[in-house]
């Protein structure tokens, strides 16, 4: 081969592999915001009557939801009584599911060109060699078995002040956070979630909107850095 044919085969390598170092996560959110939404103070419950409030689990991602809503102009209260809003936080994740793919397998095709050189000893003996110029190509292709899973956020709010005086239950909005990847580790997850979706929670979005982050997203940090 060429050097030039050389090089664009070792670039094309080096794309595959820093694509399969680089972690992104693809995110759909789907979210609406009906009446009056002025009321912002918020108190965040688990939306799973089986999850304590006090879970920490539950609190974690609670503080992450609590950074997205800040950012939107939400104010986070520690005490119910005080909150214009509950938000319901539901988070689930899936049992793995698969699919097979078919990878192509890169190998020589045929042999391009050929050049042979020879020489005659001393003794009149003549010798030569012959070098061979492969092409490349896809030789055939292998089955590879993807595991994957869906991680689901979903986010309710209701007007606590209304249910307070009336007994009467008003939804203000809903935001859902839905991403499918390789990681069963929703913890992990979780925050990226958040942060693909933050300008969105609380808000209409009038259909569904893909983000997508990479996870070397600097942005992270104001999400995972310590207390």
């Known amino acids: 081969m060429s050097k030039g044919y050389n090089f664009l085969i070792m670039i094309l390598i080096l794309v595959i592999f820093v694509g399969c170092i680089t972690t992104k996560f693809v995110v759909d959110v789907s979210s609406l915001s009906v009446g009056n939404n002025d009321k912002k103070k918020v108190f965040i419950v688990p939306a799973d009557k089986n999850v304590n ?3 920490v689990v539950f609190l974690e991602f609670a503080k992450y939801v609590g950074k997205a809503l800040s950012k939107n102009g939400f104010i986070v209260v520690d005490n119910l009584d ?3 809003q509950v938000v319901f936080l539901g988070y689930a994740i899936n049992e793995p599911q698969s699919y097979n793919v078919q990878v192509p397998m890169w190998g020589p095709t045929g042999i391009a060109s050929s050049s042979t050189f020879g ?3 001393s003794s009149g003996n003549f010798y030569s ?3 061979y110029n492969y092409q490349y ?3 055939g292709y292998m089955s590879r078995q993807v ?3 869906t991680r689901v956020i979903v986010l309710t709010a209701y007007d606590w002040k209304l249910f307070v005086k009336t007994k009467k239950e008003k939804q203000i909005w809903q935001t859902n956070i839905i991403s499918t990847g390789s990681s069963d580790d929703l913890r992990y997850v979780f925050p ?3 942060l693909a979706s933050e300008k969105y929670i609380g808000r209409s979005t009038r259909g569904k909107i893909t983000v997508e982050v990479s ?3 600097s942005r992270i940090k104001e999400y995972i850095q310590s207390d």
């Open 215 to 217: 996870e070397y997203d």
């Open 119 to 121: 020489n005659i000893n």
């Open 53 to 55: 409030i006090n879970d």
């Open 129 to 131: 060699n012959t070098n």
């Open 137 to 139: 190509g896809i030789t």
């Open 147 to 149: 595991i994957y899973f």
């Open 192 to 194: 990226y979630m958040v």
């Open 82 to 84: 005080e909150a214009d």
